[in-house]
């Protein structure tokens, strides 16, 4: 077999996660504009009508274009949580929200895992002293662990969809954690898009720093706490099989 042939299969792993990094940033600089508070304001009689006369539709559309923005680390996954509340209400708004950043984060965890994913995790596994120790922890904490980095607000969106790929997590425990890591903040962001009707009649914007309010935050970071309790009970007793 010549190099050339060898080369191919490993430019076909690494094919997927390169498409995503040059759409991302050509998104960056190009989508900036139309993905924004103030093309939703611009153009919120028009989706309303639209989603008036074509409900399924506009919901599976939405959903598409959820899953586009995630996947590619797109602007705009903030204004598409808001749109999501504005175009559907709380429920089922939230779910759309959801689903579809979950399906996205799915695409995205894919595409590093078939391309760096294996490689780093037998690198790792392979590897001795303090790299393999917090492989092991965090093998040994693994649900705990996700949901954690979900449920922080300062964790980047895409760096939690990325490490549990390098680490090797299954595609299962990832896409529940996404789906019930994201809820809380997903249903404060979009109870705040259900309510712009009332935002844009009085000319204002959105307060998104409202996740940051003490009675908003509190609950997460309790949920955080809650989500690393297995880990604190393992330290403590020593039983590394507890809960896994």
């Known amino acids: 077999m010549s190099r050339d042939d060898q080369s191919k299969p490993a430019l076909m792993r690494y094919l997927p996660l390169a498409v995503i990094v040059v759409v991302a940033a050509i998104g960056a600089f190009t989508l900036r504009d139309y993905l924004s508070f103030d093309a939703l304001r611009d153009n919120r009689e028009a989706l309303i009508a ?18 586009v923005i995630v996947a590619f680390s797109l602007p705009g996954a903030t204004v598409a949580t808001l749109t999501g509340g504005f175009l559907f209400g709380l429920f089922p708004g939230v779910l759309y929200n959801v689903g579809g950043a979950t399906l996205g984060a799915i695409v995205i965890f894919l595409a590093a895992q078939w391309g760096l994913g294996d490689r780093l995790k037998a690198r790792m596994d392979a590897s001795e002293g303090v790299v393999r120790k917090i492989k092991a922890g965090i093998d040994d ?19 939690a969809n990325l490490v549990p790929a390098f680490l090797g997590v299954p595609l299962f425990r990832f896409a529940i954690s996404t789906f019930f890591g994201i809820m809380p903040g997903a249903l404060v962001f979009t109870s705040v898009g259900a309510g712009l009707g009332a935002v844009f009649a009085r000319g204002e914007t959105p307060d998104l720093g409202i996740i940051f309010e003490p009675h908003i935050l509190l609950p997460i970071l309790g949920l955080c706490v809650l989500s690393l309790l297995p880990v604190a009970i393992k330290t403590i007793t020593g039983k590394k099989d507890l809960l896994k």
């Not at 639209?50 to 899953?67: G, P």
């Open 50 to 67: 639209f989603r008036d006369s074509n409900y399924l539709l506009t919901a599976l559309a939405f959903v598409a274009a959820y899953v």
């Open 141 to 159: 904490n693994q649900w705990s662990m996700l949901f954690f980095i979900r449920l922080v607000p300062v964790v980047p969106f895409f760096v």
